[in-house]
């Protein structure tokens, strides 16, 4: 689960990048990269380790 959730992370920073240099996506990819920082920053204050 680890691995996955690092590649939905580096997907969507992607995707914010690609969004911002051909202004495609408008708000919402924006709002998907807020949920996905949420979740990262909340299991590094909890200190779950996947296997």
């Known amino acids: 689960m680890g691995q996955f959730l690092w590649f939905i992370i580096?997907?969507?920073?992607a995707f914010w990048v690609l969004g911002l240099v051909f202004k495609?996506?408008?708000?919402?990819?924006h709002i998907v990269l807020i949920i996905a920082g949420i979740i990262f920053i909340f299991q590094l204050i909890t200190g779950r380790r996947a296997n």
């Open 10 to 13: 580096v997907a969507l920073i």
């Open 24 to 29: 495609i996506g408008g708000g919402l990819i």
